[in-house]
């Protein structure tokens, strides 16, 4: 970006005017194809750092946010986004993925696409205040190993009695397999974005469909880690070399030099993780 564009900006941004209009968002194009988007009101003022035209200085009393000016393309000012017709969630949203698979709008257990819903350990279906392996229920302590061993489910527990997502919202919904969550990074452009004062990420498909998907973190033992920093959603996928039983997939994603980076993390089933329901 231009640094005299970026200068007339800083001095003639209306972020004052901007803040009576809580539902705006200043979206920050970024040279590595990455967009960030801010909530308006959350900014108090952006000016250049040390007053240099090298380093964008975005006054957000929670979290300022610096930027350097080359690796800026390009802001602009828009209503935040919206994903859903009304507020009857969960809606299925078709983001135009090749099976046909439509991603729903909240986590399993919310109310709307802004709130992290409940945390399950994987194959249970009830939320709890302690995440550990003496409160999983579908595991036992084995003398022998020495260790917990864990009830087999099947190789998928999607639509299953040990699928959160049909136990609780029924058909068509499901959790979704670790395939499903390859063809949702596949298939759609993701960018961080604070959303109603949730941080998460936007998947937005080919047909310009979105869902959100909030940085709820994980619950373990009795604390919830790495919220606002990382999505780590349950996909429905069994580990199946351990003998043990121990470890299913989740689907994990964080930001990485500012980058979303995400993978498909083989993890201890006893962890408290959020569910995002498939239909199709
Ligand atoms: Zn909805």
Redesign the pocket.
Known sequence: MHKLQLFLICMLFPLSMLAQHTEQSLIIYRNNDTKLYLPCEKIDSITFLHNEPTTLWVHMPQDPLFIPVADIDSMIVLPLPS??PDT????AIDLALPSGNKWA??NVGSSA?EDDGGYYAWGEVEEKTNYSWDTYTLAHYDYTYDDYVCDYAGINISGTPNDVAYVKWGKPWRMPSEGAYHELMNNCSCQQIEYRGTKGWIFTGSNGNSVFMPAAGSYIDTSITLKGISTQNWTSTFYLDDYLNQHAYFFSISTFNDAPLYNAVMNDRYNGRTVRAIAK
């Open positions: 994903f859903c009857h969630h969960p809606h709008c909240c696409p």
